[in-house]
């Protein structure tokens, strides 16, 4: 039995149908749901993971591919984002994943499925590779797709002390004037995750920028302004 299927079976095991509905609601999904809660997915798919193991590093991504685009049910894509971070493949985390992840940004479309991707696999990816992986942020900054601007906003968000205060108000700024809900949601977590490490600083450029509104209300949010 290929993993994939696999998956499929154990989500359908540990699914609640009648939370299925309300979960694509609360979500604003097109992509519907099983019905399968964070706990109980990750139980199943822990079990699943175990049982069905890729040697080599294209196999995994092939496998990480095949669950996403072939997924008929969100929990399918949840269960490929927890494949691209299991602990077996952390060696595989190399430049050659970017392909994959981008893919998987621009389908996926969504804060659920999106922003796993940029803290987790894109931000270990720019800690690991930051040569490459700088630049490519830089580039996402500005791309016309919103998810990629939003990754490149947010793929520093676990950083604290070491944030590159110079990459992430350069990822930020392309994305200043856009009105779109993500694009300010994102521009004020990722300031009030900084905030955390040097809150005078994110004072000082939500001042200098003019910030308002809903990033101005997220950057600020556990700052004491004067």
């Not at 069905?52 to 008929?72: D, K, N, S």
């Not at 998810?147 to 604290?160: D, E, G, H």
Request: hydrophobic content about 40%; proline content about 4%.
């Amino acid at each position: 039995m290929s993993l994939a299927k696999a998956v499929r079976i154990a989500l359908r095991e540990a699914a609640e149908p009648e939370k299925a509905e309300v979960m694509r609601a609360y979500m604003k999904s097109d992509m519907p749901f099983l019905g399968v809660q964070a706990g109980p997915r990750r139980s199943a798919l822990k079990r699943v993971f175990a049982e069905h193991r890729f040697e080599t590093a294209p196999e995994w991504r092939r496998g990480v591919l095949a669950l996403w685009r072939e997924a008929e049910y969100r929990e399918e894509r949840y269960a490929a984002i927890e494949l691209s971070g299991h602990h077996l493949y952390r060696d595989f985390q190399t430049l050659y994943t970017v392909p994959m992840y981008e893919e998987m940004i621009v389908s996926g479309a969504w804060w659920d499925l999106v922003d796993d991707l940029a803290t987790h696999r894109i931000g270990t990816l720019l800690t690991a590779f930051p040569d490459s992986m700088r630049p490519l942020m830089l580039e996402w900054a500005h791309a016309g797709d919103l998810w990629k601007r939003r990754t490149s906003i947010l793929c520093q968000n676990r950083f604290k002390e070491r944030t590159d205060t110079a990459l992430l108000y350069a990822c930020i700024e392309p994305s200043l004037s856009d009105n779109d809900f993500f694009a300010r949601k994102a521009i004020g977590w990722a300031l009030r995750e900084y905030a955390k490490t040097n809150p005078d600083e994110v004072v000082r450029y939500v001042r200098a920028k003019g910030l308002t509104g809903l990033s101005r209300r997220e950057a600020l949010k556990n700052v004491p302004v004067t």
